[in-house]
């Protein structure tokens, strides 16, 4: 009886091995794809400088600038409008608008994996929902705004990731610093993410795994509409990380493209974080929190129905 339990622990362990090592090089091909995405991404976002100045979200066509803006992957946009917010400077749909479109880093993820179809999909979905969210419910609030006099620096609103290069740095190390170093940091950050996925996945539902293949297919074809559900309640999560563990699910096959837009609508990068540090606005912020959840749940179930009754499908 031991030997035989010692021979199916280490014939299990050595599956796991197995599994570990194909998520393990399967992911490291993706590495210098996501480093160069990452290198691209911060150098248009300190030329365009566009995250800086929140003036062009105060107008009649904010929801949709701010939609647009939004887009960009970087969560600079959605930490810029919230403080804008804060400050009753931007009005509620155009934040709305800017949370919903901003996509973070499932755009690094999903060019690394070759999904430019799905991409470009989901950019479409975020931006439809995006626009219309931030009229309607720029329409339904008409609270009066303050003058926006606010500038912010690349630094102030990333500092969570560019704490560590001052804004007047200048010289061969600062250029390191901001264009090899902090991609370096945001790749390897999100590397370990979609690594960290493709694992757990394999260990359940891969060849050999707990569950197996043929039981996670039969799942799938009860759970496409129950997703949603779940990925909006991980994208509330107010971290790079919620966005990069929906956008690997998706890419691992876990969840279907519907669930994955749903979550990631749901999902605003920092900015939620940002929200809630003022905390004198309890109602305000749980109000924005549950909204942006019914606005993910609404985008992954209408995504989810509308593609099934086409035959659409984003593999």
């Keep these: 009886m031991t030997t035989l339990f010692l021979s199916a622990f280490f014939d299990r362990l050595a599956a796991f091995g197995e599994i570990f090592l194909d998520a393990f090089l399967d992911c490291l091909k993706m590495l210098p794809f996501i480093f160069i995405t990452y290198v691209i991404i911060e150098l248009v976002e300190r030329k365009a400088k566009f995250a800086e100045n929140g003036r062009f979200l105060t107008g009649r066509a904010a929801p949709l600038l701010g939609s647009l803006a939004g887009a960009f992957p970087s969560c600079g946009i959605s930490v810029m409008s919230a403080k804008l917010f804060d400050k009753d400077i931007i009005r509620i749909g155009t934040l709305l608008a800017v949370f919903v479109s901003t996509s973070d880093e499932a755009f690094s993820i999903l060019v690394s994996g ?41 630094e102030d609103i990333c500092a969570h990731c560019h704490n560590h290069v001052e804004e007047d740095e200048r010289g061969k190390k600062a250029v390191l610093e901001r264009y090899v170093l902090v991609p370096l940091i945001h790749s390897l950050q999100t590397f370990l993410y979609v690594f960290a996925v493709a694992f757990v996945f394999g260990i359940f539902f891969g060849e050999g795994g707990i569950v197996g293949a043929e039981a996670f297919e039969e799942y799938l074809k009860n759970a496409r509409y129950f997703e949603p559900l ?18 690997s699910a998706y890419l691992s096959g876990a969840i279907s493209f519907g669930s994955m837009a749903g979550g990631l609508c749901a999902n605003a990068g920092v900015g939620l974080a ?19 959840y019914l606005i993910g ?9 509308v593609f099934s009754a086409l035959g659409v499908s984003f593999v």
């Excluded at 070759?114 to 479409?124: D, E, N, R, T």
């Excluded at 995006?130 to 009229?135: C, D, N, Q, R, S």
């Excluded at 609404?298 to 995504?303: E, L, P």
């Design 114 to 154: 070759g999904k430019w179809a799905a991409l470009g999909m989901l950019i479409l979905v975020k931006l439809l929902f995006a626009v219309i969210v931030g009229y309607a419910a720029n329409a339904v609030f008409r609270k009066q705004t303050a003058d926006a006099t606010e500038d912010f620096s690349h």
């Design 230 to 247: 779940l990925t909006a309640l991980i994208g509330l999560i107010p971290n790079c990380a919620s966005s990069a563990v929906i956008t």
């Design 274 to 292: 940002v929200l809630f540090k003022n905390g004198k606005k309890i109602k305000r912020n749980v109000f924005l929190l549950l909204s942006l």
């Design 297 to 305: 749940v609404i985008v992954g179930f209408a995504v989810n129905i």
